[in-house]
């Protein structure tokens, strides 16, 4: 790979060499990073500081405080020799790791150093044999062009040395063939003209389209909405019948008079577009309806009203017979 130029002559060495130079300076940091004038500093003011703290404390003779300080000389001397070893063994476990590590990272760089080179030269045969096919192809592609030019030169020649102009039908031949197929391009022109004009009216169709499904689906959700509203409000004035219908039925339970039977009169209402009962009875006298029959309030002098409303028959529910009289509803019908 170096004698074809593809490596650089320092790439094997520079490599090696850089690992071994972070390696180094990896060791100078870990033995300098221990500071013994700091703590031989330390170890003297924690002895001044605990002598004189210890001889303030107790009143005793020179010859105790001569042996209080051998005691802490002693204690200090002690102390040294513990980080001296703690030292050495500290320097001596990080070297063996630092051997191991630096191993480690060397076999890994040559191993990738290794696999790079084979991949380069792996890539290389890859290109040169593809390179090779391509000059191939193009040798082959240039004698063919080759003889080509070699056969209109002769038979531009024998044209040329001709007297009878024998290849004037081919010639004729030729340009009616040319003519006929710029004709033919210039229909294509014109077809891919009126395309494009149907595709941008399409296109603007389209978009119309979709702005009209847009606004109708507004519109259908604000419908359907408006009318879940509607629904709701009539479900609600239904039970609010169902209940005053209770209501009169309990009170013709409990009236003790016997109920005349009324004389009705049906009258169909245009604008409802349901049929209205009258009844000529007395406006104190309770009425007998069937179930599901809607009662509107009238004044004293008019008889009342009965509307017939095609209400399906639902079960009596305890709830509406022990609640009081329920306010009636109006509907709200909103408009677009």
Same mark, same amino acid.
């Given at each position: 790979? %170096?004698?074809?130029? /593809?490596?650089?002559?320092?790439?094997?060495?520079?490599?090696?060499?850089? /690992?071994?130079?972070?390696?180094?300076?990896?060791?100078?940091?870990?033995?300098?990073? &221990?500071?013994?004038?700091?703590?031989?500093?330390?170890?003297?003011?924690?002895?001044?500081?605990? *002598?004189?703290?210890?001889?303030?404390?107790?009143?005793?003779?020179?010859?105790?405080?001569?042996?209080?300080?051998?005691?802490?000389?002693?204690?200090?001397?002690?102390?040294?020799?513990?980080?001296?070893? @703690? &030292?050495?063994?500290?320097?001596?476990?990080?070297?063996?790791?630092?051997?191991?590590?630096?191993?480690?990272? @060397?076999?890994?760089? #040559?191993?990738?150093?290794?696999? *790079?080179?084979?991949?380069?030269?792996?890539?290389?045969?890859?290109?040169?044999?593809?390179?090779?096919?391509? %000059?191939?192809?193009?040798?082959?592609?240039?004698?063919?062009?080759?003889?080509?030019?070699?056969?209109?030169?002769?038979?531009?020649?024998?044209?040329?040395?001709?007297?009878?102009?024998?290849?004037?039908?081919?010639?004729? $031949?030729?340009?009616? $063939?040319?003519?006929?197929?710029?004709? @033919?391009?210039?229909?294509?022109?014109?077809?891919?003209?009126? &395309?494009?004009?149907?595709?941008?009216?399409? $296109?603007?169709?389209?978009?119309?389209?979709?702005?009209?499904?847009? *606004?109708?689906?507004?519109?259908?959700?604000?419908?359907?909405?408006?009318?879940?509203?509607?629904?709701?409000? /009539?479900?609600?004035?239904?039970?609010?019948?169902?209940?005053?219908?209770?209501?009169?039925? /309990?009170?013709?339970?409990? #009236?003790?008079? $016997?109920?005349?039977?009324?004389?009705?009169?049906?009258?169909?209402?245009?604008?409802?577009?349901?049929?209205?009962?009258?009844?000529?009875?007395?406006?104190? #006298?309770?009425?007998?309806?069937?179930?599901?029959?809607?009662?509107?309030?009238?004044?004293?002098? %008019?008889?009342?009203?009965?509307?017939?409303?095609?209400? %399906?028959?639902?079960?009596?529910?305890?709830?509406?017979?022990?609640?009081?009289? *329920?306010?009636?509803?109006?509907?709200?019908?909103?408009?677009?």
């Amino acid at each position: 790979m %170096v004698k074809r130029g /593809l490596v650089p002559n320092e790439d094997t060495s520079s490599l090696t060499h850089q /690992l071994l130079q972070t390696v180094h300076d990896l060791r100078l940091a870990c033995r300098v990073c &221990y500071a013994f004038k700091m703590n031989d500093d330390r170890i003297a003011a924690w002895k001044s500081n605990a *002598l004189a703290a210890t001889l303030k404390s107790v009143h005793v003779s020179p010859e105790v405080q001569a042996k209080f300080s051998a005691v802490y000389d002693d204690a200090v001397a002690l102390m040294r020799q513990i980080l001296q070893e @703690t &030292y050495d063994r500290t320097v001596i476990e990080m070297s063996h790791r630092i051997d191991a590590f630096e191993q480690t990272l @060397t076999r890994q760089a #040559s191993e990738s150093q290794v696999s *790079l080179i084979e991949s380069v030269e792996q890539k290389y045969l890859e290109e040169r044999l593809g390179l090779d096919v391509i %000059v191939k192809e193009m040798q082959e592609e240039n004698a063919h062009q080759r003889s080509h030019i070699v056969f209109l030169e002769t038979r531009l020649r024998q044209l040329e040395e001709t007297t009878d102009r024998g290849d004037a039908v081919l010639c004729n $031949k030729l340009r009616q $063939k040319i003519a006929d197929l710029e004709v @033919t391009l210039e229909s294509c022109k014109q077809q891919c003209a009126s &395309y494009e004009a149907d595709q941008a009216s399409a $296109k603007r169709t389209i978009h119309r389209l979709e702005s009209d499904a847009m *606004l109708l689906r507004a519109k259908f959700d604000m419908t359907k909405g408006m009318y879940a509203r509607e629904t709701s409000q /009539l479900c609600d004035i239904i039970r609010m019948n169902e209940a005053q219908f209770m209501q009169v039925q /309990l009170a013709k339970q409990s #009236s003790p008079r $016997k109920p005349t039977s009324p004389r009705t009169l049906d009258v169909y209402e245009p604008h409802s577009g349901r049929t209205i009962a009258y009844t000529a009875t007395s406006p104190t #006298s309770p009425i007998t309806a069937p179930l599901g029959t809607q009662f509107i309030a009238q004044p004293t002098c %008019v008889s009342p009203v009965i509307i017939k409303s095609p209400i %399906v028959k639902r079960p009596k529910s305890p709830f509406s017979q022990q609640q009081g009289p *329920l306010p009636t509803g109006s509907i709200r019908r909103p408009y677009i």
